[in-house]
């Protein structure tokens, strides 16, 4: 048995559990084939596809491995007010401490979990495919370069993508989705009962409404469950239905992947010659250190992580940190930008029964021009509170909570939308060495601000769902537009991808330009993210990823 493979021990004699009292060995393996930074749906894909193909790996992931025993009681503490969201998955504290310097205060602690799992535990789960002039068009219109890939270059990886990740759809019912040759591999899920009210609008307004992929089984499939309509998909999915990276992360393990969790890494090595990096060196809670040798690495930890450990990996050779000699490790952060509006009908709406999308329509997509960018429309199943969320925040009981609840629940209505954002040079993710983690490493600055650009693209979003919300006769009560816009949690753009060296962090291969040996599998290699959720693209770049790595080796 490889020492990748040596299941939780390191395979050097007694079990050191670096402190944590589990009794999993979390000292380095010897020199492994692959070493994956992040135990997130990027580094579940390396590192599965990689322990198939017979290599050593090693994973390591910087927070626990969660017990899906516990999802009940995480729904419980997401839907009672006495708790704080990020105490869902244990977010917070000096672990994941951070800053925010730009314009607009970034809530990073909402948008991740530290875990086997990562932030695909709490998403939401739909998966949509780039448009084609996201890879160009878009790009040029927003000031920066196009892509150095196309479309057809990750399109067979996104069929695969979807694959793995178990996607229900509807194919061919969305006029202005790219093109594809297979079905989904599962029936997508009907429209709700709030969709049918929303139809009837769209029709008059010759806007053409399609159902949303969904990465959540919508029959049963590898083991999980179909849907079972616990309506709390994000932050916690408890039937295991909605997929997350756990799915992944287990079975590079049944292969003989070796996952560390508890095992932040706090800085990257390199030789002599700078050419390749020789270590991963992290820490236990014990405070001990651990250098994690192998022949490739690769980063999938995140758009944020992934500069900030670029950073911290600064060396006298690579005073800027590693892989950045361009300049532009964590440069070019850019975000999904919401745009939402709502109130009430005269009718049932029939809210929070389902907890996902499953109408949207991309119509106004590909009408971005000079002026503003692309945006997408959502057709909400949970606008307003549940009758459980009512009743836990009340103060009366009996007839009166009754009274109250039915005065409050069934009628509220409501559309939300993602505007893409311009990445821009001049927002980034940065160290603020003013303020440390656990270890006393500098944290990281998110320096975002929204730009004009993005502004205008809510604004043209916000006009069309108020002629929808105006068509089908609601009151209009609340708007999220330009000045109150908040992030989808989507973050791109800060490892770049291009063929030149000097405008970019890593190659079209994913592999980091400065480094013959460490690759990049996540958002931060975007460059232009336009307007559409990034798992699916995430995933298929770590395929990518992956079959280059497997090349190498």
Request: hydrophobic share 35%; proline share 7%; with cysteine.
């Amino acid at each position: 048995m490889s020492p990748a493979s040596s299941g939780d021990g390191a395979g050097t004699g007694d079990v050191d559990d670096g402190g944590v009292g589990d009794g999993r060995d979390r000292r380095a393996s010897e020199r492994v084939d692959v070493c994956v930074v992040g135990a997130g749906p990027a580094g579940g894909l390396v590192a599965d596809r990689l322990a198939s193909a017979g290599h050593d790996v090693v994973v390591l992931e910087a927070g626990p491995r969660f017990d899906p025993a516990d999802r009940v009681a995480q729904v419980e503490r997401a839907i009672r007010p006495s708790y704080h969201p990020d105490e869902v998955w244990e977010m917070g504290g000096e672990r994941d401490a951070y800053t925010s310097s730009g314009e607009k205060g970034y809530p990073l602690n909402a948008a991740r979990v530290k875990g086997v799992g990562g932030s695909t535990l709490h998403w939401q789960g739909m998966v949509f495919r780039l448009h084609e002039r996201d890879f160009d068009e878009h790009a040029r219109a927003a000031g920066v370069d196009p892509w150095p890939i196309a479309y057809d270059d990750l399109r067979p990886y996104y069929a695969t993508a979807e694959d793995e990740l178990g996607v229900a759809g509807t194919a061919g019912d969305n006029p202005f989705a790219p093109p594809r040759e297979d079905p989904y591999p599962m029936p997508g899920f009907p429209p709700s009962y709030s969709d049918s009210l929303f139809a009837e609008a769209c029709d008059a307004l010759e806007v053409a409404m399609h159902t949303v992929p969904n990465a959540r089984n919508s029959e049963t499939r590898d083991g999980r469950p179909a849907c079972q309509g616990w309506g709390t998909c994000k932050p916690v999915c408890p039937s295991g239905a909605k997929y997350d990276a756990t799915v992944h992360v287990e079975r590079a393990a049944e292969v003989g992947a070796r996952v560390v969790d508890h095992a932040p890494v706090q800085r990257l090595e390199h030789d002599s010659g700078g050419d390749a990096v020789t270590a991963a060196v992290y820490a236990t809670p014990d405070g001990e250190e651990h250098r994690q040798e192998a022949r490739e690495f690769v980063l999938a930890a995140g758009g944020v992580e992934i500069p900030r450990l670029l950073l911290l990996s600064a060396s006298e050779r690579y005073p800027r940190g590693l892989a950045n000699t361009s300049g532009l490790v964590g440069k070019y952060f850019h975000e999904h930008l919401f745009a939402g509006m709502g109130g009430t009908l005269d009718e049932p709406t029939r809210q929070n029964h389902v907890g996902f999308l499953t109408s949207e329509t991309h119509q106004f997509y590909d009408d971005a021009d000079a002026d503003r960018g692309p945006f997408k429309l959502e057709f909400l199943n949970y606008a307003g509170p549940s009758p459980v969320e009512l009743a836990l925040g009340a103060d009366s009981f009996g007839d009166d909570l009754l009274e109250e609840l039915r005065a409050s629940y069934g009628n509220a209505i409501a559309m939300g939308g993602l505007a893409a954002q311009p990445p821009r040079k001049d927002n980034y993710v940065g160290l603020d060495s003013s303020t440390t983690d656990d270890h006393g490493n500098p944290v990281p600055d998110v320096h975002w601000s929204i730009g004009d650009r993005a502004r205008s693209t809510i604004r043209a979003a916000n006009e069309k769902q108020r002629d929808i919300l105006d068509e089908l006769g609601a009151s209009v009560e609340w708007t999220v537009g330009p000045e109150n816009t908040g992030p989808a949690f989507h973050h791109m753009g800060t490892t770049r991808m291009s063929d030149d060296p000097e405008a970019g962090v890593v190659d079209p291969q994913l592999r980091t330009h400065d480094h013959r040996n460490l690759s990049i599998a996540s958002s931060s290699t975007f460059v232009h993210g336009g307007a559409l959720n990034p798992t699916l693209t995430i995933a298929a770049l770590a395929l990518k990823c992956a079959e280059h790595v497997h090349e190498r080796l």
